[in-house]
C-alpha cells in the first residue's frame, strides 16, 4: 500500500509541474513520496541482508549485487538509451546531463532541476546506497558492534544530514540569497544530505530483526504514533512553503523521513488495520511502480503538448495523462521488468545449495 501511494504522490507531484494541477494544489506536495520510497527501500533491502546476518550466515556479495543489478539494470538502462535517441523537443526538458553521469550513477551530483531524466537522482542515491550497504553492514558486524549498529551509527548519519543542509542552506544564502537552483544542487539532490529515509528505514529493520521487544513495543504503540506523525509532516510541508531557510533545510526532510517511518511502523502493526486493508490496483501499483517512476515525466510531457495542440479541458487532459501514465509503465514492466525479474529468480535457483 505506501509503494502505491509514494508512487502516486510523486507523479502527482511531476504532473502538477507540468501544469496538471489538482484542486487547493495537494499536488505542491508530491515530493514527500520520494521520501516514503527511501524509507521504503532501507527497509527492505535493510531487512534482505540483516536476516542473513541474524541467521548466522555471511553476506554473499555476488547475489546480492547480482539480484539488484537484474531488479534496476535493464528497464533503467532502456529508459536512459530512449531519452539519448529521442529528438530534444519529444523529451520533457530540452537539456540533459552527459549520459556517462546516468551509467555511473552519479547523475544526482552537481544536478539542477529542469533536466531531461532529473528524476533519475533519487535511483542514482539508492543505487550508491546498495552498493555501500552490504559493505557497511559486513564491517559493524564482523567487529559484534550491533549496540552501535542500531543507535549509534543511524543518529550519527542523522545529525550528519541536519548539520551538512544547515551548512549549505547558510552558505547559499549568503553566496545566492533566495536561490532554488544552488539549494537543488546543493541541498536537494546531493547523496550527502538526502540519507535520512534510507538510513530510518534500515534501522527499523535492524530494531525488527535483533530487538523484537522494541519493534514490539513501537507496533504496539502504533495506535497513537500515528499522530506525532503527522505532526511532523505537516510541521515540515509548513516550512517547505514558507521558503528554502536553515531550518527548514536543516530540519525539514528529516521530520519526513521519521514520519514516514513512523507511517511504515503504522502499516506493518498487527493492532491497526492497514495490514488487512485492500486497496484496490494497489497491489498492482506497487508492482509497476519501478517502471512508472522511470517513464511517467514522458508519458505527462507528451500529452501536455498534445492537450495544447488540441485544446482539451484540463479534466480530459488528466485524465488521459494519468492513463497513458499507467499504460506506458506497464508496457515497460511486461516487456522488461519482468522477463528480468523471473530471470532473477531462476539464477537465485541455481545458486542455492539442494
Known sequence: MLRAIAIVSVVVYHAGLFGFTVPLRVDRYGWIGVDLFFVLSGYLIGGQLLSTVAAGKSISFRKFYSRRALRILPAYLIVVLAYALLPASAREYERMPPIWKFLSFTQNLGLRGGTAFSHAWSLCIEFQFYVALPLFLLSLTRRRRSRFLLVGL???????CVLVRAVMAHFIAVRYG????????????PTYARLDGLTIGVSLAA???FRPRWWEGLTRQAVWLWLPAVGALILAMVWAENGLGIISSALGFNLVAVACGIFLICVLSPRLPFSRLAMPGAAFLATVAYSIYLTHKLAIHWIQKTAAERGWSPILAYVVAMSLVLFVGSILFFSVERPFLRLREQFVKKKEPN
Do not use: D, T
Request: glycine letters at 4%; charged letters at 5%.
Open 207 to 209: 530494531i525488527e530483526l
Open 154 to 160: 543511524p543518529v550519527a548519519i542523522l545529525l550528519w
Open 178 to 189: 533566495a536561490a532554488f537552483g544552488p539549494w537543488q544542487q546543493l541541498v536537494y539532490y
